[in-house]
C-alpha cells in the first residue's frame, strides 16, 4: 500500500507502458519527474539508479556539466512504498538529461530536440513561419479559426507596444507588468490577476488571452494600439509618465467598452475560459516515442 503522506500533486506518469514518478510543484507551477524512472525507461538499466550516478560523473568530465544543479530533490513513494529523496527534473532539464543517454531509445527525444531546433533557426530568418506554427497549435487545441484570427493580430499588436517600451527605456518584466495592468485596470476595470480569478485560472503558465471571448480580444488590442500610438507621438521618457500614458490608452478601450455593453445590453467581460479546450503545456505529459 502507498505512504499515506503522498500529496495529491504525486502522481505516476505512464511513458511505454512503464511508471514514471512525478510530482507537482505548487510554487513553480510544474511538474518534476523521477530522473531515476526516466533512466530506467530508455536505458533499460538493471541498476537504473547506478547508470545515473555514473552518467552525472561522466558528463561532468567529458562536458563540464554538473546535471546534479539542475535537478531538484523531492520525496516520492519508493518501491518499498517510504516516501525517499530522489534527483528530480522538470521538462527542460530532463530534455537536457536524455541528450546526454546513449541509448536507441532515447534518439527520438533527440531528433525532435533537433527538429525543434531547427524549426527555431528558420523561424528568427522568417518570422511568418513562427505565426504559422502559433496558428497551429491553436488550430489543435480547438480554437475557432475566427478566434485565431484576433489572438494572432493580438500578438502582433502586443509586441508592438512592448518594443515601443524598450525604445522608452522600459526593460524590466516587472515594469511591463504593472503597465499591462494600468492599460487592464482602464479597460476593463480589472488587473490580469483579478481577471484570471474570474475566469477560474489557477496555474501561472496559463495564459488569460487564451481565455479571452472574441470582444474581450479586441478591447485588448485597443486598449495596447491606443497606448503605443500615444507613446510613439509622446515619447514619454520617465516610467510614471508611461504609466500614465498606458491609462490613458486603455481608458480609451474602457469608454468603447462601455458604450458596447449599453447596446448589447450585458457586460463584455466575461467569466468564460477555453479550459475544455485546451491541455495544460505542464500537465506532466512527456513528449511521445514515435
Given at each position: 500500500?502507498?505512504?499515506?503522506?503522498?500529496?495529491?500533486?504525486?502522481?505516476?506518469?505512464?511513458?511505454?507502458?512503464?511508471?514514471?514518478?512525478?510530482?507537482?510543484?505548487?510554487?513553480?507551477?510544474?511538474?518534476?519527474f523521477s530522473v531515476v524512472d526516466v533512466v530506467a525507461v530508455l536505458t533499460e538499466s538493471v541498476n537504473p539508479r547506478d547508470y545515473w550516478f555514473k552518467m552525472k560523473k561522466r558528463v561532468h568530465s567529458e562536458d563540464g556539466i554538473e546535471l546534479s544543479t539542475i535537478c531538484r530533490q523531492f520525496k516520492m513513494v519508493a518501491p518499498d512504498g517510504k516516501m525517499r529523496e530522489t534527483d528530480a527534473a522538470n521538462v527542460k532539464a530532463l530534455l537536457r538529461i536524455i541528450q546526454s543517454i546513449?541509448?536507441?531509445?532515447?534518439?527520438?527525444?533527440?531528433?525532435?530536440?533537433?527538429?525543434?531546433?531547427?524549426?527555431?533557426?528558420?523561424?528568427?530568418?522568417?518570422?511568418?513561419?513562427?505565426?504559422?506554427?502559433?496558428k497551429e497549435l491553436y488550430e489543435k487545441k480547438g480554437y475557432p479559426k475566427d478566434w485565431i484570427d484576433k489572438r494572432l493580430r493580438g500578438i502582433a499588436i502586443r509586441q508592438n507596444l512592448t518594443d515601443e517600451w524598450k525604445e522608452r527605456g522600459i526593460?524590466?518584466?516587472?515594469?511591463?507588468?504593472?503597465?499591462?495592468a494600468e492599460?487592464?485596470?482602464?479597460?476593463?476595470?480589472?488587473?490580469?490577476?483579478?481577471?484570471?480569478?474570474?475566469?477560474?485560472?489557477?496555474?501561472?503558465?496559463?495564459?488569460?488571452?487564451?481565455?479571452?471571448?472574441?470582444?474581450?480580444?479586441?478591447?485588448?488590442?485597443?486598449g495596447e494600439r491606443v497606448t503605443t500610438e500615444i507613446s510613439q507621438q509622446e515619447k514619454p521618457d520617465t516610467f510614471d509618465k508611461n504609466k500614465n500614458v498606458a491609462r490613458r490608452g486603455g481608458k480609451v478601450a474602457g469608454?468603447?467598452?462601455?458604450?458596447?455593453?449599453?447596446?448589447?445590453?450585458?457586460?463584455?467581460?466575461?467569466?468564460?475560459n477555453y479550459l475544455d479546450l485546451i491541455y495544460s503545456e505542464n500537465?506532466?505529459?512527456?513528449?511521445?516515442?514515435k
Open positions: 500500500m502507498p505512504n499515506k503522506e503522498v500529496s495529491k500533486n504525486q502522481q505516476i506518469k505512464i511513458f511505454e507502458d512503464s511508471k514514471i514518478r512525478s510530482v507537482w510543484d505548487e510554487e513553480e507551477q510544474q511538474w518534476y546513449p541509448s536507441p531509445k532515447a534518439e527520438p527525444f533527440k531528433q525532435w530536440l533537433a527538429q525543434v531546433g531547427y524549426e527555431r533557426i528558420l523561424e528568427i530568418e522568417n518570422p511568418e513561419l513562427a505565426q504559422e506554427r502559433m526593460t524590466k518584466e516587472s515594469d511591463y507588468a504593472i503597465l499591462t492599460i487592464s485596470k482602464a479597460t476593463f476595470g480589472l488587473t490580469p490577476g483579478k481577471y484570471k480569478e474570474l475566469k477560474g485560472l489557477k496555474k501561472k503558465n496559463q495564459n488569460l488571452r487564451d481565455h479571452m471571448t472574441d470582444l474581450e480580444l479586441i478591447f485588448t488590442m485597443l469608454v468603447a467598452r462601455k458604450e458596447t455593453e449599453k447596446e448589447l445590453g450585458h457586460s463584455v467581460i466575461s467569466s468564460e500537465d506532466g505529459t512527456l513528449p511521445e516515442n
